[in-house]
């Protein structure tokens, strides 16, 4: 299943029009979004530009294999070999060997599942507010 604002766009910029895909949903953004990813088991980020990645943690919290480009910011503070896979930006190649990869290897596909909702433990608000309230309390 393709998600997006502009899935069109994205689904042939990700796929050569060659390619013959009859597999492939494609919907718009949704925000029951909870109900897909407990369907998936990979969740692919093909942003070029992306800030903290709200997405990103809220895919490894449903633990989610995830893969994504590996932009100037964002998805590298989030992603490590434990609980996913960076390529280079818009490598779109790489990128669909590394979504390839993980669909054919269920055992590295289910390892970084298993990692996935405990890697994104420093991001969750309580943890936050504690490491805001050390750096208060540091500079005070």
């Not at 590298?76 to 070999?81: A, F, G």
């Not at 298993?114 to 890697?119: D, F, I, P």
Request: glycine letters at 4%.
């Amino acid at each position: 299943i393709l998600i997006s604002e502009s899935a069109w766009e994205e689904m042939t910029c990700l796929f050569a029009p060659s390619l013959n895909i009859s597999n492939a949903e494609i919907i718009p953004f949704q925000k029951d979004i909870q109900r897909h990813y407990s369907s998936a088991g990979i969740f692919v980020l093909s942003s070029r530009f992306e800030g903290l990645g709200m997405v990103l943690l809220e895919a490894l919290s449903s633990g989610l294999a995830c893969i994504s480009f590996d932009c100037p910011a964002g998805p590298k503070s989030i992603i490590s070999s434990d609980n996913g896979v960076l390529v280079p930006t818009g490598d779109t190649i790489k990128l669909s060997q590394a979504i390839s990869f993980l669909i054919n290897n269920e055992e590295e596909r289910k390892r970084l599942q298993n990692k996935a909702a405990a890697s994104v433990e420093k991001f969750k608000e309580s943890n936050v507010i504690a490491k805001w309230r050390e750096l208060l309390n540091e500079i005070s």
